[in-house]
């Protein structure tokens, strides 16, 4: 089992950056593909930005290209998610989850861990 902890979160003015970090436990994440998930109020959970074990090919949604950057130390067991230029549309619980697979990931529907979430809040 792996556990997945947010943290990083809070309330921003639009254009501000923000970093966010996943901390695991249990295992390590070494050979995990780790990802970033957001869901808004009222929508549904959308995939942000995903890594492989080897920190290879980064994968993100067009939302967050050019703006986001997700990396991963896994000497320290954790995943960080570097948000810039934020806009109020970015407003939502940032989710951490890892899979072994990375379409699994990326597909978002049955990733083996989630994380309870970070809640992000961007004001224009």
């Known amino acids: 089992q792996i556990q997945l902890v947010e943290s990083g979160g809070g309330l921003v003015e639009a254009g501000a950056s923000l970093t966010l970090s996943c901390a695991a436990s249990g295992r390590s994440i070494r050979y995990y593909v780790m990802g970033w998930f957001r869901q808004a109020p009222g929508k549904e959970r959308e995939f942000v930005a995903a890594l492989t074990w080897n920190g290879s090919g980064p994968t993100y949604a067009d939302s967050a290209k050019g703006r986001f950057i997700i990396s991963r130390d896994n000497n320290k067991n954790s995943v960080y998610l570097q948000m810039n230029s934020l806009k109020p549309e970015d407003t939502a619980v940032y989710t951490c989850?890892?899979?072994?697979?990375?379409?699994?990931?990326?597909?978002?529907?049955?990733?083996?861990?989630w994380g309870q979430g970070t809640q992000v809040t961007v004001f224009s």
């Open positions: 989850a890892a899979d072994p697979y990375e379409q699994v990931l990326i597909g978002g529907g049955h990733v083996n861990y």
